[in-house]
């Protein structure tokens, strides 16, 4: 292939604004009950009708991924079965964390009760690296809605084009608007002001030390959970 497959939005800090407040819309809309209080069933189903989509597509994915990234096609192809993969195993977790709500814990005292809830940490920010466009993304943004939180996607501005794919197969199965913003860009134009944004409540990501060092200098200036994985690829 030469030539060129296509056009990238380049988000700004004002697309970072946009996208935080429509995740943070998305987490408590309707009182939560839309996404973020729902039960793990109802989040389980989502994901599960997103991975159907991603087998469906996959011959579409795996070729996007590899003219995008320049991986073998036979590889990209197994990227995809991967990524339908993590969505069905977070479908699993999700629809698991309602047997979990409200485990009573064994206390010393008759008088004193105790129980443990889990609760979505709210918005999270996901930033991704190239060579592994579309999988990488997923293996943060499936625990992410699994669990209730709502979600920006930052994915490498040398590869993100199945990552914008992914956000068409998202409206297509009615995913709840705001649950999911994909931000397509450079890192210091869109990736630095999703990382230091005071309303995004964590920041996960891989890539570069150089990177992760700087991001992880933003979150913790707010207090901000701190950036859960760091990979070097120098």
């Known amino acids: ?22 995740a943070r819309k ?12 729902a039960s793990g069933a109802v989040r389980a189903r989502y994901l599960r009708a997103i991975a159907a989509k991603v087998t469906e597509r996959k011959s579409e994915l795996a070729n996007l991924e590899a ?11 197994w990227d995809m079965d991967d990524v339908a993969g993590c969505f069905e195993y977070y479908a699993d977790l999700a629809e698991g964390l309602d047997a979990k709500q409200k485990a009573p814990l064994s206390l010393p005292l008759d008088t004193f009760k105790g129980y443990v809830l889990k609760e979505p940490i709210g918005v ?22 699994a669990a209730g939180c709502t979600a920006i996607l930052k994915p490498s501005e040398l590869a993100s084009v199945t990552c914008l794919e992914l ?7 009615g995913l709840p608007p705001g649950v999911l913003n ?7 134009e869109a990736g630095a002001p999703l990382a230091s944004h005071p309303h995004v409540d964590k ?9 992760g060092s ?8 707010l207090v901000k959970v701190s950036p859960s994985v760091i990979v070097s690829f120098s």
């Open 1 to 22: 292939f030469c030539g060129v497959l296509g056009y990238i939005p380049a988000a700004t800090s004002e697309d970072v604004e946009l996208a935080v407040e429509a």
């Open 26 to 37: 998305a987490l408590t809309r309707n009182k939560g009950k839309d996404w973020s209080k």
């Open 67 to 77: 003219i995008d990234c320049g991986k073998p096609l036979d590889e990209a192809a």
């Open 124 to 145: 999270v920010g996901l930033i991704t690296p190239w060579n592994y466009p579309l999988l990488m993304a997923v293996w943060k943004v499936a625990p992410a809605l």
């Open 167 to 173: 956000a068409d197969i998202c409206r297509e199965v």
């Open 182 to 188: 994909i931000l397509t860009g450079l890192g210091t």
């Open 203 to 211: 920041i996960v990501f891989t890539g570069s030390t150089a990177t």
């Open 214 to 221: 700087n991001i992880m200098t933003s979150a913790a200036k």
